[in-house]
């Protein structure tokens, strides 16, 4: 079965740190990619996806995430942080022959320090 | 917007009991899925329904069953709660030509005693 790891479960920065969230799947096809996001009592929403074409995408919130094909990976950016992005991040990994199956990661609590 | 709303969001019951979770979708959308979320293990499937009276099981159906009589409700039913199936239970819902983006509703937190 495959799998979806986010190796970092918590992270802690201060406002004005860049940021760098791993997700690594393990599925060796071609793949759909979204990260998601649960702001503090609200609802899981999409933050970004990747789909196909450049592997460089970008989201809300000047979030951004990059797809390495060789490294399976998709790890979400943003080149500084602002305290509202204190949040848990989940990755998700749809492949392209498993219908309307997504595979969540574990998620990474993020807490922004003002 | 899309709206996606669950029944409760805190309900705390005691085992053995029959319990039922209602998740409702103002969007004509053709999905719907049923997810539990714990600390660590992110999301799991637990079904999803693709239409009207269709199911299908996800990873983690073992105590689990679903309803959807109509296109705009998916029930999440725990025939016999047990302490294990304490968890937050998430459900979402999608369109069919955009199956991968899933509007979520705020869950329901369910306690078993």
């Known amino acids: 079965a495959q799998s979806v790891s986010q190796h970092n479960h918590h992270v802690i920065l201060s406002e004005a740190a860049s940021l760098e969230l791993g997700c690594n799947y393990s599925y060796g096809g071609t793949v759909n990619l979204f990260w998601y996001v649960q702001y503090p009592g609200q609802h899981l929403q999409l933050l970004l996806k990747y789909f196909s074409g450049d592997p460089l995408v970008k989201g809300i919130k000047g979030f951004e995430a990059e797809f390495i094909k060789s490294k399976f990976s998709f790890n979400l950016r943003k080149p500084s942080v602002q305290w509202s992005d204190t949040a848990e991040y989940f990755c998700a990994v749809n492949p392209h022959n498993a219908g309307n199956m997504l595979t969540f990661g574990g998620g990474t609590r993020l807490m922004v320090k003002p | 917007d899309v709206k996606v709303t669950q029944s409760s969001r805190y309900l705390v019951k005691r085992t053995g009991e029959k319990v039922f979770l209602e998740c409702v979708q103002d969007m004509d959308h053709e999905n719907m899925f049923w997810y539990r979320q714990d600390p660590g293990l992110g999301l799991r499937l637990i079904y999803f329904?693709?239409?009207?009276?269709?199911?299908e099981k996800g990873d983690i159906p073992e105590g689990y069953s679903v309803s959807r009589e109509k296109k705009e409700r998916f029930s999440l039913i725990l025939e016999s709660a047990s302490t294990n199936q304490t968890s937050m239970y998430l459900c979402a819902s999608s369109r069919t030509h955009q199956v991968y983006e899933q509007y979520f509703g705020p869950g329901t937190r369910l306690t078993v005693t």
């Open positions: 329904s693709y239409d009207v009276k269709m199911k």
